[in-house]
Nanobody
Framework: QMQLVESGGGLVQAGDSLRLSCAVVGHRNSDYAMGWFRQAPGKEREFVGGIGWSAGTQKYAADMKGRCTISRDNTNNTGTLQMNSVIPEGTADYYC?????????????????????WGQGIQVTVSS
């Protein structure tokens, strides 16, 4: 059974960089897109970005473009969300998720309902 295990996060200062990692356990293939979402206190979950299974395509939310980079390592079945110059508005619980798909691009990765497996969530707090 597939599970996602997240790591990283914690308390950081505005302007710092932060890396979140997501390990896919119990699923050997790389036939999935990986998405990152976040949910701030009192707000709905929102899409941060996603990466296709080939790792050659990424899609980011408009307000995250240029501020984060998503990558993946298909050999080790892990994914990474690298955030730079974080801001207090980035305080949220961050989730990685897997969307099983048989195409290498990122069509549909912004839609949370497409994902079949979610990480437990990891808290990121950005102090000003």
């Amino acid at each position: 059974q597939m599970q996602l295990v997240e790591s990283g996060g914690g308390l950081v200062q505005a302007g710092d960089s932060l890396r979140l990692s997501c390990a896919v356990v119990g699923h050997r293939n790389s036939d999935y897109a990986m998405g990152w979402f976040r949910q701030a206190p009192g707000k709905e979950r929102e899409f941060v970005g996603g990466i296709g299974w080939s790792a050659g395509t990424q899609k980011y939310a408009a307000d995250m473009k240029g501020r984060c980079t998503i990558s993946r390592d298909n050999t080790n079945n892990t994914g990474t969300l690298q955030m730079n110059s974080v801001i207090p508005e980035g305080t949220a619980d961050y989730y990685c998720a897997v969307y099983l798909m048989h195409r290498p691009d990122t069509v549909g990765v912004e839609a949370g309902w497409r994902y079949v497996c979610w990480g437990q969530g990891i808290q990121v707090t950005v102090s000003s």
